[in-house]
């Protein structure tokens, strides 16, 4: 019999629905990698979802339909406000919606209390889901090293790293086959010479990118992206020792402090020249823009995107000018959009 699907508005606790013998699917990946991702936006905007609205909702909405995942979790605090009316139009059309919530001020009984009616929806105890937990680690082990040859030794790419660390929030919705696909991936690189020798090292900020070209346009130039700052998290790369403070420790649904902590260390760890933040056409995380040009001590360039289609003209020469700023000043600045 096959197994049922769950899918998921953004990361959740996904050892819970492996113990109870789902399929996770994070509804981002499945509308990114469709072959036209154009086609399911086009279909939110059918059922009516407005033109001023984050690609990422309506992409959502369409995969959801396009490949008929009834059962969704939603995150309804610590990911996006437009979930909510997302989830109401789903629940309308007959969807079995269910809301799981990261307090903002990461408060360890309130995350576990969420938890544990996560846990209760799907006939899951506390044993089992730490059974799975335990049982991921020498797989996120895997990826940690997957990270380290991007940064360390330069034998992965930005885009490579994106795409495996992206895709663990939802293993393919297969363990066993993504775990074959890394370790042969890894097989191939671990002693493969970095394409670029000396290649301008940036950090990517923010969620993952809607254009299709933003990683190969940057190699390009021969700017490497070595810290996919959210992939990176969603990865969950480190051992906290418990299911619920695997999931405090993650930085995304929280306050942004977290994250600027996480960022902050990685300018030094990774040895970062730049920093490109990444705001997704009418989300409100671009407001964090402000406070995160205000708190990191490298320059960054601040880009927007609606659509998934390649990169525009003007934001190819913003990243252009920028690379060529790093690379011909020490000084520290930053650009937003439209400067
Ligand atoms: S990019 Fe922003 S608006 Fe779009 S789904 Fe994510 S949080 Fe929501």
Redesign the pocket.
Known sequence: MMKEKVGFTTTIPVEILLAADKVPVDLNNLFINHPRPHKLIEKAENAGFPANL?G??KGIYGAAHEYGIRKIIAVTQG??S?THALMEILENERFEIMPFAYPYDRDYQLLKLQIEQLMERFGVNPDEAEAVRTSLLPLRGKLKTLDELTYKGGQISGFENHYYLVSASDFFGDVAKFTVEVDRFLAKMRNSKPDCLEPLRVGYLG?PPIMSDFYSFLESLGVEVVYNELARQFAMLTDHGDLVRQYQNYTYPYKIFHRLRDINEAVEKRKLRGLIHYT?S????QLEDIIIRQQVKVPILTIEGNTPDPLDGRTRLRLESFAEMLRTSSCFGSLRPGR
């Not at 009418?282 to 995380?285: A, D, H, V």
């Open positions: 984050c990422w909702i990911d996006c437009n969620v997704q009418f989300c409100f995380r």
